[in-house]
């Protein structure tokens, strides 16, 4: 049936479901990605979904990951609530800040350090949850995991004395591409989605540094009350 007919549905969910595979069927029947040889289609570029709410967006957003279409979301509920954005505000927490264990455990699951919760327990039962401490041969983690605990905490640390010593902006953009947070973040969550928001986080601390003065602390601290109030919302 027809997905914009409301009597084909029986309830707001599933139209809104139906609705979204029908979007997603002729995105894929008539758009074509950049550089296709087929100059007849529309470039994916060209189109856009406009909603009146966030509150449903992730039945269009499933619906366009199922179809393999790429996609950029303009919300900011949407980007505040992204787990590459969270994994971000922790790296740089800890950057300033390496007491703050809540932010680096947040760190040490993300792909950054991909740890599991065993790696994590186990780092944390030898008493090298600090990133200035390397993980010992004696602790309970594989040769394999401790040597990549040791180089991370090694990159966190060499970052960490630099914090301060120059633009906020540049720092955040250096710290983001010597950790590969955007790759790294990018492969493991929803690809061009992500590193637009990871990009537009960069724009963000270079606004804050250039337009506020503001520091590494002060920026963090901005950024966690516009998550609250995100998911206030």
């Not at 509150?55 to 279409?69: C, S």
């Not at 640390?157 to 301060?164: F, I, M, N, V």
């Amino acid at each position: 049936g027809d997905p914009h007919d409301p009597d084909s549905s029986p309830n707001a969910d599933e139209s809104r479901g139906r609705e979204a595979a029908w979007i997603a069927r002729w995105i894929s029947e008539n758009c074509a990605p950049a550089g296709s040889p087929r100059k007849t289609r529309r470039r994916l570029a060209d189109i856009a979904l406009l909603v009146r709410s966030t509150t449903a967006l992730g039945v269009y957003i499933q619906a366009l990951k199922d179809a393999e279409i790429p996609y950029v979301v303009e919300s900011d509920k949407h980007f505040f609530e992204a787990q590459e954005i969270l994994d971000a505000i922790n790296l740089l927490s800890v950057l300033d800040d390496p007491h703050d264990d809540i932010s680096l455990v947040g760190l040490l699951r993300s792909p950054l350090a991909a740890l599991s919760d065993a790696e994590l327990y186990a780092l944390r039962s030898a008493g090298r949850l600090d990133l200035r401490r390397d993980a010992p041969p004696g602790a309970a983690l594989s040769a394999r995991a401790r040597e990549r605990v040791s180089r991370f905490y090694g990159l966190l640390r060499g970052l960490h004395a630099q914090a301060g010593s120059e633009p906020l902006g540049e720092f955040v953009r250096r710290s983001l591409s010597m950790t590969f947070l955007t790759e790294l973040t990018a492969a493991s969550y929803s690809g061009s989605q992500t590193a637009s928001n990871i990009e537009k986080f960069a724009r963000l601390a270079e606004q804050a540094g250039e337009g506020r003065g503001s520091t590494l602390k002060e920026f963090v601290a901005g950024m966690r009350r516009s998550i609250a109030s995100a998911q206030d919302e």
